[in-house]
């Protein structure tokens, strides 16, 4: 159950319509989904998110746009982020993921799961090899 209510209208608001439609131009669809509907009740936190969001997903860098929706993905099941899982692996399959991709992107944040499990658990010394002030 949502925690704030969405807009009414929310393209009414000048600022709201603006963010709204820079979506739609950087993603080249119509559609708007929830969560910046919901983000909407507040224009401020709205643009914040869409700024961070298109400097780091829709911007080229070092990674490419499927990679990032892997890792967005496999951050998002780690945190337990329902719409997120589903929206980044929409985007994901959207940009290409393939079925076996998709399964070996589960096998591998299921084997991250376990392995840093047993690592808190035996509550292993970090080997100083991975200490990049070492290196």
């Known amino acids: 159950m949502p925690t704030v209510k969405p807009p009414q209208n929310p393209e009414a608001n000048p600022r709201v319509k603006a963010v709204f439609d820079d979506i739609r131009s950087v993603r ?56 997120c899982v589903h929206s980044h692996t929409a985007a994901a399959k959207a940009k290409g993921m393939s079925d076996a991709q998709h399964a070996e992107l589960l096998r591998i944040i299921t084997l991250a799961a376990k392995t840093n499990q047993l690592a808190i658990a035996l509550q292993l010394p970090v080997d100083p090899e991975f200490n990049a002030a070492n290196s």
């Open 28 to 83: 080249n669809s119509d559609f708007i989904n929830n969560v910046w509907r919901y983000l909407a009740f507040d224009p401020n936190l709205l643009e914040e998110t869409w700024r961070e969001v298109k400097s780091v997903m829709a911007t080229p860098s070092e990674l490419d746009p499927l990679t990032k929706e892997l890792i967005y993905v496999a951050v998002s099941v780690a945190n337990g982020c329902e719409y």
